[in-house]
């Protein structure tokens, strides 16, 4: 028994091996850790079913079709349209564009073949083809599985130390003007690594599958991407042998844990799904220190940091508009929109612990989940539609996700930001394969309860005192209010010595520490503040929600909230709530609205359901507007907007037609769709309008001049010589500043690179 | 275009072709323009020193005149040749070796990789091994350490290795002297010289001007984004102290 046993670990070791050798040469070569490793594997497992199994092609050219064509292509692609674009951001953006990636792939499988249908994959050579050695039974496809995962060790081992290209590789991460200097191509070394890396993802999803039972499923091979971290974590992401070990100790301990654990442990299956992740954070603890970085990292991405008045007065903006809105919108839509806001609370932390401080959470939601446990078991008071969550439950709640924040970050604080990142991810999967699982009755210290009764809860909404969130209105203007209010909070807390500290964190490690701070304290405190308010946001999603079950929190739900709140700008309070707004919102909307065209018109049913699909897969292109815009969407707009300061009546003009678009809403002549896309569209096409109307005032006048064709020569003298012209020329000239007044009229864009402020260290 | 010719394509026909020669150069990071028209030239055969105060645009030209930066405006040329926006690789295979600012190694690579690495511009891993463990028996000896774990020292003896190994036209060398002691200072520029000898012709970037003098025949003074005097480096060295360096 044991040594059979050792056996089917050995195996699932070997693919663990060949899924992080993967990972390990992608993230050595271009330095970015790809999250959709797994994704890729599991699109070539699917791919591989569709031509084996569906289309009847043989075996061993639907292999090599796989490994030949598939995922090279898949990975070179990526590379050349994605991952090549992502030098010189922060690590955040490089994680952001990869999960990205793992959303859209996850979304084109799912479209493309229904999850609802089983799918089974045979072993290679059957399951009855086998060698049996003293007693051991041994089959092919496990052969097959062991000797691949050996030929690849070997192979990358020569690649790496016997081989120019293989050295090059390694050296490719580090300092890749350096390799163009001796000659070599950065890129194209890039290219075949991604090309090499895809192609072994690959391998790995076309022999996991049998080995694990035979399910083709999305979601588990997706999720291999843990695994193969957790394996590649003991070569601490860099040695292969390593690697192969970690995996090896993988595979051996989940079959050994199936096999020797008392039958009375039920849990024992939950904990098995769990086991990478909880051997992640064991590996995490006994990781040796990272040796800080010296250089402030100089990234692309830059972010402005509002006063605490400003912020106040757009809060208000905020509140008064959600009140206006309200009135435009039917009963039905108002739930959607407090989820919205929920989600966009959730988003906030983000803000917070990614905006100001440089590390990343990328399962916010699954701390929502834990406060809304912890608060529905300790809140609920009252009895049928009375029933109602106290203050104590909600409080409970946050303080409990703010202690597990905590716990989840103490082993990954010492190390780089993408360690805590991976944690996070891992205690996401912790908290779907094990706590959600709890739906029936068990001991806990003492009481009989179930965690996660039968797996659907019903959160009440809150009652403290007068306030009452069980009416809809009541609910909606509260939750923009808290939402407000947080992120004024949030603003007021970066501008703080607080603030400056963590700022000073994100740019310099090693010069903060220099400076004296501590900087486990710091990053736990923050993160501590940061999981509170993604648990105060979690509960009031579940409130929304009402009846709430695992799928709310599954780990992609919290991937797009930390992706779209990147696109919106992670930096920017305003960047949560569109974040949030698209996640919790936007997609329901848009999917929801695609349905009921469908059904409305039944003729073009395909073709709307084709374009609600595609939206979804086309997530995965946002990787690239993210990597030609790092700092998200509402800098740009931010950048256009400060640019109309020498001509405010455009604004003021632009709020009179949102005044009166507003009035024609709320009084039917148009739409609410309509209203609010005119209004999103006059608000966003402002800073051209304005140009186009105002253009004299809001341009320096070198700019003006090439407009309309003069030279700057002839400015005085073909045209009247603009006011601030004096000013424009010395510059020009290179002359010394001499005092001048300050005109409003350089573009943001112009000034961006004198704001290196966030590149350097301020304290 | 003949980019990829043999890599000695760069070595003067006739002798009065600089090898090396910027016209009139702009270069900007982003919006903020650092060169503002370079004219500098490096005729065959000889040393020139590119001196002047920190963030007066050296390492900038390097960059410039190495492919690695591109340029807004004017020329870069090569034994006469226009080839502005050449690339870095393309550069260094038509046989200009740039050594850059900091230590040009990799520091995860042990030094006989590094070694390796540099052979991506034609030579032999063998040849240039035997050129730089001749010249630094210590690189011998350390053949199999990770650079990043060497003395500053040692790893300026590495990235120079490149350029004893490679046999190049042009060798640009940008701040030699950074961090070390002034012994090691001056052995490496005593190489350098050799190398000089060799009738390579060489541009080299230096704050402290004291340390090139013995070995450069002309001088250029760079001042806020462009060359202000071309000369004698003695004078130069002399205007720079007492102006710029205050002494
Ligand atoms: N990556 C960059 N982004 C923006 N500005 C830069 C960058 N690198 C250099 N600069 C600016 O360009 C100017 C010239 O820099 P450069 O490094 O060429 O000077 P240098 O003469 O080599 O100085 P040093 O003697 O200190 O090495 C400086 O003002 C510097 O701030
Ligand atoms: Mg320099």
Redesign the pocket.
Known sequence: MFLTFTVLGLVLGAVYAIAASGLVLTYNTSGIFNFAHGAQAMIGAFTFYQLQVVWGVPTLLAVAIVLGILGPLMGYLLHRFIMGGLRDTAEVTKIVVTVAILLGFVSLSHWVWSPQDARMVRMFFGADSYVSIGGVVIRYHEIICLVAAAGIAIGLRLLFTKSRMGVVMRGAVDDPDLLRLNGHDPERVAAIAWAMGSTLAVLAGILITPVGGGALEANALTLLVIDAFAAALFGRLRSIPRTFVGAVVLGMASTYLVAYAPSNWTWVTNLRDALPMILLFVVLLVLPQDRLRGAAV?TRERYEVPTVRRAAIWGVVLVVATVAFRQLIDDSSVGTLILGLTFAIIALSLTLLTGYAGELNLAPISFGAIATLVAFHTGITGQGLDARMSLTGLVLGVLAAAITGALVALPALRLRGLYLALATLAFGGIVSSMVLRETQPRSWFGHEFALFPQGTIIVWPLKVGPLDLGDQDVFLYTTATIFAVLGVGVIALRNSGYGRRLAAMKDSPAAAVMLGQRLVRLKLSVFMISTAIAGLGGILMSMALSSVTSDHFVYTLSLSLVMLTVVGGIGYVSGALFGGLIAGAGFSLIVGTFNELGSAHPEHASTFSIISHLILVAVALVGVGVAHNPSGNMSSIFAGHRFLAGAPEVRYAAIGVTVVLYGLAYAGVIGTWTFGILVAVLWMALPALGLWLRAERLLPPEALAARRGVPLELVGVDVPYPDGFGGQLDRTLGLPARARRATPTIPAQAQA?SEEGESHVRV | MTLTQPHDAVRPRRSEEPVLELVGVRAA??A?E?LKGVDLSVPAGTVCALL??????????MRVASGLMPTTAGEVRYSGRNVTGITAGEAARLGVCSIP?GRGVFANLTVRENLWVATGTGTSLAEIEEAAYTRFPKLGERRHQLAGSMSGGEQQMLALSRALGTDPAVLLLD?LSMGLAPMIVSSMYDIVGALAAEGISILV?E?FARVVLPIADTAAL?LGGRIVQVGDPAEIEDELSTTYLGG
């Not at chain 2, 002047?52 to 030209?61: A, E, F, L």
Request: hydrophobic fraction near 20%; avoid cysteine.
């Open positions: 100089r690179p | 990071y982003g903020i650092v002047g105060p920190n963030g007066g645009g050296k390492t900038t030209t600012e701040e970037a704050q760079m």
